[in-house]
């Protein structure tokens, strides 16, 4: 289905003026600070040098006061503390900073992340039975998980074990009785509520490092928290958090450490996955979070956490072996289940009837459907819910699409639930089999009241028409200042038009190069999945602006977004 192209608006009076006023700024440049917020001179140099100087006080948080004391007695105890984390990436890179950082002080600390399979997400009374009988902590400290975990915080407590939390999903009513419950979340519009759950915990290390410098301990001010910016940075990114304010600083700062790692696991993961050149954002969701997701998905979470504490290159290198074979095999078991699921789906497809998609099959994996699901919202631009049966049962992830609430959805349908829960964009949810039926054709009644008079037209949004020779190096300078890229704070796109095709190729039969000018200035391009649009004459073409480094030689190139025959 080919996408309506939306030029977004722009005041361009505004950033006429930008562009007169700042030294070295390009006049697309200018456009996109205007574009992003940007009313004056000074708040575009702020937007554009963001600097860690600039991060607010840790103790602004809820009860990090409280988390700071427990802790450091805990320390200065030599008590055994345990950091309990969560299977995804942000859970994964959260857990390994809190363990740096506490055995960099002295710290008696261990790990322990639950299994998706066998005891699900959270700090439950389930897992908290198996992380003490591993660990036999005094202390837990949770990241990215714990605000709700209210019977498990009680069960810790009468075992004689206090619970730090740290977390940034929203309070759902009751808020578990810890030691500390350090949740942005918990204060309305907090400042640091944008924050994924890595950066909480990076907020109470900061705390932690302040304070013992602040009582002169002379182990506290030996640690150097730059060195776990590159944690904070790739799951910042994964987890789909906003990328303004501070998380924009400390993504810029991560990706600054992630060239020259203090922790061997990443440059392993690097080679792995054939990384050489200058990393961008898009690195960490496409390239670190889907092979430190696979562990968890269809491996062991905890193969991804000990990648990130082995201080030995080569048993990183084995690890990371372990979570390449992981993702090759997420990716062939998704492969399959998209495949299956586009055929069923296919056979009875109605745009004028089929709002909202509900597909469910025996033994499909519960570790990859959610990602199935986006895969067929991409393709059809409708809220879809995949569910994977087994037996009596199945567990479903739900994915939807701006204008329409999942999660509204789900409460149309509570009563064929056995659970769900999520929020606007992407839920998760149990459902009985011999209900699937019932849940389908509601879910989909519910959508289709919703969006039956809503244009459902893929539509690509661009941020500035450009000239080709307005493609240069100073905008991809510039570009790299305004970054970094991601929710909420997206990456660029530009247009060109009435541009000729000076070379053509597919590559790997399904990747379309593309070598383009305008009679005077002349540039390569990659369209990733777009053989089929190979074109026969001008083209108009929607791209972002990357570096692409081959050989040793650095160049630019577009990465099309789409292509339409000149108008």
């Given at each position: 289905?080919?996408?309506?192209?939306?030029?977004?608006?722009?005041?361009?009076?505004?950033?006429?003026?930008?562009?007169?006023?700042?030294?070295?700024?390009?006049?697309?440049?200018?456009?996109?600070?205007?574009?992003?917020?940007?009313?004056?001179?000074?708040?575009?140099?702020?937007?554009?040098?963001?600097?860690?100087?600039?991060?607010?006080?840790?103790?602004?948080?809820?009860?990090?006061?409280?988390?700071?004391?427990?802790?450091?007695?805990?320390?200065?105890?030599?008590?055994?503390?345990?950091?309990?984390?969560?299977?995804?990436?942000?859970?994964?890179?959260?857990?390994?900073?809190?363990?740096?950082?506490?055995?960099?002080?002295?710290?008696?600390?261990?790990?322990?992340?639950?299994?998706?399979?066998?005891?699900?997400?959270?700090?439950?009374?389930?897992?908290?039975?198996?992380?003490?009988?591993?660990?036999?902590?005094?202390?837990?400290?949770?990241?990215?998980?714990?605000?709700?975990?209210?019977?498990?915080?009680?069960?810790?407590?009468?075992?004689?074990?206090?619970?730090?939390?740290?977390?940034?999903?929203?309070?759902?009513?009751?808020?578990?009785?810890?030691?500390?419950?350090?949740?942005?979340?918990?204060?309305?519009?907090?400042?640091?509520?944008?924050?994924?759950?890595?950066?909480?915990?990076?907020?109470?290390?900061h705390a932690l490092v302040k304070a013992g410098r602040d009582a002169g301990c002379a182990v506290c001010a030996a640690v150097d928290l730059k060195n776990v910016l590159d944690?904070?940075?790739?799951?910042?990114?994964?987890?789909?958090?906003?990328?303004?304010?501070?998380?924009?600083?400390?993504?810029?700062?991560?990706?600054?450490?992630?060239?020259?790692?203090?922790?061997?696991?990443?440059?392993?993961?690097?080679?792995?996955?054939?990384?050489?050149?200058?990393?961008?954002?898009?690195?960490?969701?496409?390239?670190?979070?889907?092979?430190?997701?696979?562990?968890?998905?269809?491996?062991?979470?905890?193969?991804?956490?000990?990648?990130?504490?082995?201080?030995?290159?080569?048993?990183?290198?084995?690890?990371?072996?372990?979570?390449?074979?992981?993702?090759?095999?997420?990716?062939?078991?998704?492969?399959?289940?998209?495949?299956?699921?586009?055929?069923?789906?296919?056979?009875?497809?109605?745009?004028?009837?089929?709002?909202?998609?509900?597909?469910?099959?025996?033994?499909?994996?519960?570790?990859?459907?959610?990602?199935?699901?986006?895969?067929?919202?991409?393709?059809?631009?409708?809220?879809?819910?995949?569910?994977?049966?087994?037996?009596?049962?199945?567990?479903?992830?739900?994915?939807?699409?701006?204008?329409?609430?999942?999660?509204?959805?789900?409460?149309?349908?509570?009563?064929?639930?056995?659970?769900?829960?999520?929020?606007?964009?992407?839920?998760?949810?149990?459902?009985?089999?011999?209900?699937?039926?019932?849940?389908?054709?509601?879910?989909?009644?519910?959508?289709?009241?919703?969006?039956?008079?809503?244009?459902?037209?893929?539509?690509?949004?661009?941020?500035?028409?450009?000239?080709?020779?307005?493609?240069?190096?100073?905008?991809?300078?510039?570009?790299?200042?305004?970054?970094?890229?991601?929710?909420?704070?997206?990456?660029?796109?530009?247009?060109?038009?009435?541009?000729?095709?000076?070379?053509?190729?597919?590559?790997?039969?399904?990747?379309?190069?593309?070598?383009?000018?305008?009679?005077k200035t002349r540039i390569d391009s990659i369209g990733f999945n777009m053989a089929e649009k190979l074109p026969s004459g001008p083209i108009?073409?929607?791209?972002?602006?990357?570096?692409?480094?081959?050989?040793?030689?650095?160049?630019?190139?577009?990465?099309?977004?789409?292509?339409?025959?000149?108008?």
């Amino acid at each position: 289905m080919p996408k309506q192209w939306k030029f977004k608006p722009c005041d361009e009076a505004l950033a006429e003026e930008l562009f007169q006023t700042l030294e070295n700024l390009s006049r697309p440049l200018a456009a996109l600070l205007t574009q992003r917020g940007c009313k004056t001179a000074d708040e575009a140099r702020e937007f554009m040098n963001t600097a860690l100087s600039g991060l607010s006080d840790p103790f602004d948080l809820p009860d990090m006061d409280k988390a700071v004391e427990r802790i450091r007695r805990a320390l200065s105890g030599g008590e055994r503390i345990t950091v309990f984390g969560d299977y995804d990436a942000d859970g994964v890179c959260s857990t390994a900073l809190m363990v740096r950082v506490l055995r960099e002080m002295g710290g008696n600390v261990s790990a322990y992340i639950p299994s998706r399979h066998d005891t699900g997400y959270g700090l439950s009374p389930e897992a908290l039975v198996t992380c003490v009988e591993q660990n036999s902590p005094s202390l837990i400290v949770t990241v990215d998980c714990g605000t709700s975990s209210v019977e498990a915080v009680d069960a810790a407590r009468e075992q004689g074990i206090d619970v730090v939390i740290t977390d940034h999903h929203e309070p759902g009513g009751v808020v578990a009785d810890a030691v500390a419950v350090v949740n942005p979340k918990r204060v309305e519009n907090h400042p640091s509520s944008i924050l994924a759950g890595v950066g909480v915990a990076f907020k109470l290390c900061h705390a932690l490092v302040k304070a013992g410098r602040d009582a002169g301990c002379a182990v506290c001010a030996a640690v150097d928290l730059k060195n776990v910016l590159d944690f904070v940075a790739v799951a910042t990114v994964t987890d789909m958090v906003p990328l303004l304010g501070e998380n924009r600083v400390l993504v810029r700062a991560g990706f600054q450490s992630l060239e020259n790692p203090a922790c061997p696991g990443w440059n392993a993961l690097k080679r792995v996955a054939g990384l050489t050149g200058p990393l961008e954002t898009w690195h960490a969701g496409f390239t670190f979070g889907p092979r430190i997701n696979a562990a968890g998905r269809v491996g062991r979470a905890d193969a991804a956490l000990e990648l990130f504490l082995t201080d030995r290159p080569e048993r990183a290198d084995e690890l990371a072996q372990l979570l390449e074979e992981a993702n090759r095999e997420r990716q062939a078991i998704e492969k399959d289940i998209v495949k299956e699921a586009i055929d069923e789906i296919d056979a009875y497809f109605d745009e004028t009837k089929h709002f909202g998609l509900v597909i469910a099959r025996e033994g499909w994996h519960a570790g990859v459907i959610g990602i199935v699901a986006s895969r067929l919202v991409q393709r059809y631009h409708r809220p879809v819910a995949v569910v994977g049966l087994d037996g009596e049962s199945g567990r479903g992830s739900c994915r939807s699409i701006d204008g329409f609430s999942v999660l509204d959805g789900l409460n149309a349908c509570a009563d064929l639930l056995k659970q769900f829960g999520g929020h606007d964009m992407a839920a998760g949810l149990e459902v009985e089999t011999g209900h699937i039926d019932a849940f389908r054709e509601r879910f989909n009644a519910f959508a289709t009241e919703a969006l039956k008079d809503v244009d459902l037209s893929a539509v690509l949004e661009i941020d500035h028409a450009v000239e080709l020779a307005d493609v240069n190096d100073a905008l991809m300078d510039g570009l790299k200042r305004t970054g970094p890229f991601g929710q909420d704070n997206p990456e660029p796109i530009w247009a060109v038009m009435n541009l000729n095709v000076a070379d053509s190729r597919i590559l790997k039969e399904k990747h379309l190069k593309l070598t383009l000018t305008d009679g005077k200035t002349r540039i390569d391009s990659i369209g990733f999945n777009m053989a089929e649009k190979l074109p026969s004459g001008p083209i108009d073409a929607a791209f972002s602006l990357h570096e692409n480094t081959w050989n040793g030689r650095t160049s630019l190139q577009l990465n099309l977004k789409d292509i339409r025959p000149a108008e």
